[in-house]
């Protein structure tokens, strides 16, 4: 098995080389949008719906995330975030990979087993040859950010980091240069199959934009996550998803849309779905969420099919300065009982 991971590591090594991205790139139309000026204090932003699909190579590849930019740019995107796992997908670039993903399908044609996670395939053994992926990753879109002049979230791609293997979320400032990483802290079950390690720090960056902290998908779930950015001083939250299960507006509910509420941040959600032609099934909507109550109304798209986007202006001032309704409708009453019998001591009835 070994051997043939160093193979196609090699191969996707090549067909992502410096050279083969530089004419990738020189394929694609001169940029012809029209960049807004930036107010001060204020972030136009965009949340990516994105349909996966086996690309069949890293051209066709380049012409999508370029398409996509471009439609958010035109919208006034200023910073645009892609999806959980949006970085797994540079692997099509290697024909070796696509020949392998093509015999995958053909022996898992439902994808249950990939997505339910019990092949009992340690990825975090074999993952060592790949340890590139993320340096290369980075140079693919930070020359998509350097071309439109705008701050990308590039979603997330697995990291091999000192023996481990991490789900990482990278972002990018307007020049292409890296700003941060993230690791993801809170594990689904079949990431913990395929050997992944969780991260064991939230991170929040100073940018010119605000104060950002970049967790992942299930790491919404947790009030803790959202608590803790705000107390690292975060103005908003990009919170890339992918979900390998059936779409459940409830169990999506639980996510960023509540947290937000909890904490009065804002929560910028790209999500990844699967077409009818992608083997896993990957569910979800793209979202852009404000706490209750604020002056805008939290948007998302329409269907959980297909590709889209969502944007909206974030005013970082009028968010610092938002007090919820809720905090000012406390029972002083029973609080004060409440302060009262846990300042004593239940079992004496002592301070």
Known sequence: MKPLIKLLAKDVARSLSTKRIDKAFGLLDRRAVEMKERVVGEVQVCALQLEAKAYSSLSELVRDIDSHLRAAVNEGAELVCFPEFFGVFTLFASPLVRTAFRQFTKKTPSGDDAAAGDSGFDLSQYFGPFSFLPERYIDLMGRF????????????IPAYDSGRLYNRQILLDDKGKLVGTQDKLNLVPME???GFSHGEVL???????GKIAIPICMD??????????????????????????????????RGAAMRVTETNLVAIKPAFVSGGNFPIEIT??????????????????????????????LDINALKSHT??????????????????YSRNPYTQEK
């Not at 009030?223 to 950015?229: D, L, M, R, V």
């Open 220 to 253: 919404a779930t947790y009030f803790e996550i959202f608590k803790i950015a705000k107390g690292l001083g975060a103005d908003f939250i990009i919170l890339p998803i992918a979900n390998m299960e059936p779409y459940n507006y409830h169990l999506a509910l």
């Open 192 to 194: 913990k199959e395929l």
């Open 145 to 156: 950010a350097l071309r439109y002049g705008i701050w990308i979230s590039c979603g997330t």
């Open 324 to 341: 919820p309704e809720r905090f000012c409708l406390k029972n002083q009453a029973f609080n004060q009982k409440l302060i009262y019998a």
């Open 203 to 209: 991170e929040v960056f100073e940018t010119p934009l």
């Open 284 to 313: 979800g909507r793209a979202g852009i969420y404000f706490p209750l109550g604020f002056q805008q109304k939290s948007r998302e798209t329409s269907s959980g099919e297909g590709s889209s986007l969502v944007v909206a202006t």
